[in-house]
């Protein structure tokens, strides 16, 4: 997808204008924390989780090239073929080679991010194979043309008339007088309309939670049971994943199970957590009969041994754009890209680069709720401060700011000087606004007082004071 | 190069170091090779198979999986014809072609039809055996194979599940445990914890999204446990 | 024989010094009630952390540099502010990780930093206070003082040992009220956008007060509510806990 992370700000006034993603977005901001936080107090043990949680991750990262060709020896062993693919490019060669090698005319999809990622769909339509996705939010948003606004809950940003008009227009067959403004008549009509792909399509693409290294197997975890009917109906199964993804065995994976419904929904568990391992097994009287995994880097191991390695931790619950107060007030289509959110304004930077997507690791308040809410303890604050750094070093600031800060930092080193101007800041300014107590508005503040007041300061600096006080005593 | 190459040589340049020493490597087998189990929440790992089996259901209660107890194999055929009329559900089935479901005393139930195999989309109701049941989150464990078809779980509108009360389990590590024991890991492998549901409008739970809007369990009370039975 | 006092240095903060000198008397008044002597080193100006959250960190640690050479010596550094108390003890230890001689000094000051409230109730022990303010109020957590130091009961604790004072929680409490330094101004409408949703939580809430430890959130937030035409009044915690909101008009608010 073309990326829009550079007209961020644009991006992000246009969501705080728009009235529907208002009401969506302020239900989103409630309900999911309040769900994780149900879910939590009723696992005590969830904080322990979190810490053995992060150190599996980091233990397989910091073995990751064992974890991976152990993967793929026992994916081999189960009659599954792994497909390595450096870049977004030879991933989305390798899945479209596999569909070709079956004569493919519609692929049904489970959600997948890394599929967003590689722009799977614009390249399959491209070369004559229809995408279908499966997923409720995945499924509208494809009718609209929309990228996903939520790693997990892709059509968070609509209301039920949205996905109505969205699918009045698109199913044709559709009565008009027949009602369907509710929840469950629009669930109803999806499901209506998306079996018949289920039963139909040549080959089911599913993505990946996390890869077992010592069993070859894939697991996803959805709530649907789209993905399962995706991976059980077609001939062929692919597996579209990223090589973060992978855990060493099944214990492990148990163990961020268990962080990951809880932090991304508040379940205690996913309706349908799958273990897939191979193609269908002689005598199997259903399931696909090839397994394949396209196995994609795609700048994540330039992320390795560096200031945002620990983003490869990172399980895509979702935890931290549901606790963003930047998120839950612009949405996830300001983000301009795939991901969005406090994760988002890490990796995105990493993947598509600090130019088209420098905005989004300055578009944070550092309040770190996202940090404090993350199951495997990424310090997305941090990171996001690492990228501010490197914007700093090339200079990518505009020069009035960079100026200002460089002369303010000047100044806040030469105590005498600093405090002689604050006092005669404080003393000006308290003068000015002695009668209304504020300032509606301020030359060189016109950014903070076109949108709230600035308090006046109450005339004199604390030093000033201080010193007059310590003369007095004298 | 290949891409395979690419990738690893990638990650060892990313790590500073070349591939894993041989002791290393050892030590990663080893660690693999031990099914350490993690912490395990004392929710579930620490009760008496009673209570055990009270979690259970209370747990899959709680994400509307609606559970049945009977205290006898033999009284599963009138569970399910009982469940299929308060449901107002035709009296078919798509039943798993499992022995021990088709040793159940169907005959007592002449109205009932039954057709054993995969599921077919005109399935209305899928009747199957399960591996284990795992209390800490009222889950099901059910595996694909020639008696066990996964289509079943997936396909038809309700979903009923016989689980013995000696397949109870307290986590999911003691799933995978029997798992291993029985050989080479099937194709698939379910965890369903309830019926299907999607918040993906207005983050309204809606159940059926693709997937069973109904989950049943009929659960064999006979007294059985964990440490009588599988172990 | 009462045992010599304990030695603190005050932590101004820029925003107390240019802003409201109140609290930083307050802050005093507190400390010295709780045995204290109190110093207020002229070589500090700022803590640097508009220069570390920019990306500037070469000013970022030009800046921690001095402040760790003017805090040299204290038993203690205080703050009366999560924020500036958070850079100090979590941040400068991080800013230094290179440089290991600084690194070890950052880590000694980090030991003997603390944001004010905290101070008091952990430190000094103190329990309750002498101080009395009526009516309904309610406490902002401010961000880095709750994620960076753990401070959520102790301003609470303080504040219940206030006469006349009643505490009404505030929804959302925890959630940020759009400050963020230099975010407020680089991103205004987001930042907008968080101060409205925050001050409409303390409108419903029906208290004359709100109260919070930072002067950051504070001026946002008190800014926020004069514009929106709102009675609601802003003050730093130190001035009612050390008995002074009769001597200084609300944050915002015109001098009587």
């Given at each position: 997808m073309e990326a829009t992370s550079h007209t961020f700000a644009g991006n992000a006034r246009a969501g705080l204008a728009n009235p529907v993603l208002r009401r969506a977005l302020d239900m989103a901001g409630a309900g999911f924390p309040a769900r994780r936080a149900e879910a939590i107090a009723r696992l005590p043990e969830f904080d322990a989780l979190r810490d053995e949680g992060k150190a599996i991750k980091d233990h397989t990262i910091g073995h990751l090239d064992f974890y991976l060709e152990l993967y793929e020896r026992q994916v081999t062993a189960a009659g599954g073929v792994v497909h390595w693919a450096p870049d977004a490019a030879a991933a989305r060669a390798a899945v479209l080679g596999i569909c070709r090698s079956v004569g493919a005319k519609t692929v049904t999809k489970g959600k997948s991010m890394v599929a967003e990622e590689i722009a799977l769909n614009e390249h399959l339509e491209a070369n004559g194979i229809t995408p279908v996705e499966t997923d409720l939010g995945e499924y509208i948003i494809q009718l609209r043309h929309e990228p996903p606004s939520h790693i997990i809950a892709p059509a968070i940003h609509l209301m039920k008339e949205q996905v109505e008009a969205t699918f009045r227009a698109a199913h044709t067959a559709l009565d008009p007088a027949r009602p369907l403004a509710e929840a469950p008549l629009l669930c109803g009509e999806a499901r209506a309309v998306l079996r018949p792909q289920f039963l139909t399509a040549d080959v089911g693409i599913t993505g990946a939670n996390f890869l077992v290294a010592e069993t070859g197997s894939s697991i996803i975890v959805t709530n649907e049971g789209n993905g399962d009917l995706t991976q059980t109906l077609p001939k062929v199964h692919i597996v579209i994943t990223s090589i973060?993804?992978?855990?060493?065995t099944l214990e492990d994976a148990a163990t961020l199970l268990r962080l990951l419904a809880r932090s991304a929904t508040g379940q205690e568990f996913s309706s349908y957590t799958t273990m897939s391992t191979g193609p269908r097994r002689p005598g199997d009287l259903d399931g696909p009969e090839q397994y394949h995994v396209v196995l994609v880097d795609n700048g994540r191991t330039a992320l390795l041994g560096g200031e945002f390695q620990d983003m490869l931790r990172c399980l895509r619950c979702a935890a931290c754009l549901n606790h963003c107060p930047v998120y839950t007030a612009v949405g996830g289509h300001a983000y301009g890209w795939v991901y969005p959110g406090p994760m988002g304004a890490v990796l995105t930077p990493a993947l598509i680069g600090l130019d088209e997507a420098g905005d989004l690791p300055n578009a944070s308040s550092f309040c770190g709720r996202c940090e404090s809410v993350c199951p495997v303890r990424i310090p997305l604050p941090k990171m996001m401060r690492h990228w501010r750094e490197r914007q700093f070093a090339l200079r990518k600031a505009p020069a009035a700011y960079r100026y200002g800060l460089g002369l303010w930092a000047w100044v806040a080193q030469r105590p005498a000087l600093y405090h002689a101007l604050v006092e005669a800041k404080a003393r000006l300014l308290g003068r000015l606004g002695r009668r209304r107590g504020r300032f509606r508005t301020m030359p060189l503040a016109g950014e903070w007082t076109r949108v709230r007041d600035m308090p006046a300061p109450e005339g004199r600096s604390f030093h000033a004071l201080w010193a007059e006080r310590g003369r007095a005593r004298r | 190069m290949t891409a395979r190459d690419d990738v690893l040589a990638a990650v060892r340049r990313g790590l500073g170091r070349g591939a894993v020493s041989d002791a290393v490597a050892a030590e990663l087998t080893a660690r693999v090779a031990t099914h350490r189990r993690n912490l395990i929440p004392a929710r579930a790992a620490a009760l008496e198979p009673a209570a055990r089996l009270r979690l259970f259901v209370d747990m899959a209660e709680a994400v509307q999986t609606t559970v049945a107890r009977v205290?006898?194999?033999?009284?599963v055929p009138g569970e399910v014809a009982r469940y299929l009329a308060a449901e107002n559900l035709p009296a078919e089935l798509a039943m798993a072609p499992d022995p021990a479901l088709d040793a159940l005393p169907w005959d007592a139930r002449p109205l009932l039809r039954i057709r054993r195999g995969k599921s077919s989309p005109e399935d209305a109701v899928s009747l199957t055996p399960c591996l284990a049941a795992v209390a800490e989150t009222g889950t099901l464990m059910l595996m694909s194979g020639e008696r066990t078809p996964t289509t079943l779980n997936f396909l038809p509108d309700t979903h009923i599940v016989v689980v013995r009360?000696?397949?109870?389990?307290?986590t999911y590590e003691d799933g995978w445990d029997l798992l291993r024991a029985r050989g080479a890991l099937p194709r698939t492998v379910n965890f369903i914890t309830g019926p299907s549901r999607t918040g993906d409008i207005e983050q309204r739970i809606e159940l059926g999204?693709?997937?069973?809007r109904r989950l049943h369990v009929i659960l064999i009370d006979d007294g059985a446990s964990e440490a009588d039975g599988e172990r | 024989m009462p045992s010599p006092p304990v030695r603190v240095a005050l932590l101004v903060t820029c925003l107390v010094d240019l802003f409201r000198p109140s609290v930083g008397f307050a802050a005093i008044k507190l400390l010295e009630q709780a045995g204290c002597s109190v110093e207020v080193p002229r070589a500090q100006t700022c803590c640097g952390q508009p220069a570390y959250n920019s990306g500037d960190r070469l000013d970022a640690k030009a800046i921690a540099r001095r402040v760790i050479a003017a805090f040299a010596g204290y038993d203690y550094v205080v703050a009366p502010s999560g924020s500036c108390a958070g850079m100090v003890k979590v941040h400068y230890p991080e800013l230094f990780a290179d440089e290991p001689e600084t690194a070890a000094r950052a880590h000694e000051l980090a030991t003997r930093t603390y944001e004010l409230v905290s101070f008091l109730t952990e430190v000094r022990q103190v329990r309750e206070v002498a101080a009395r303010f009526d009516g309904a109020v309610t406490y902002h957590d401010s961000c880095s003082g709750l994620?960076?130091?753990?401070?959520?009961a102790q301003p609470r604790q303080l504040l219940a040992s206030v006469a006349g004072l009643n505490l009404r929680e505030l929804?959302?409490?925890?959630?940020?009220?759009?400050?963020?330094g230099t975010f407020a101004v680089k991103y205004a409408d987001i930042s907008d956008k968080m101060a409205r949703d925050k001050v409409a939580d303390i409108e419903r809430l029906g208290a004359r007060c709100v109260l919070a430890g930072d002067l950051g959130c504070l001026l946002q937030i008190a800014g926020k509510l004069s514009r929106s035409g709102s009675a609601v009044e802003a003050r730093h915690v130190a001035e009612i806990l050390a008995d002074m909101a009769a001597d200084t008009p609300p944050i915002g608010a015109p001098s009587a």
């Open positions: 973060e993804k992978v855990v060493p | 205290s006898d194999a033999g009284d009360s000696g397949q109870v389990v307290a999204a693709h997937g069973p | 994620r960076e130091l753990a401070i959520k929804p959302g409490a925890e959630i940020c009220c759009g400050f963020g």
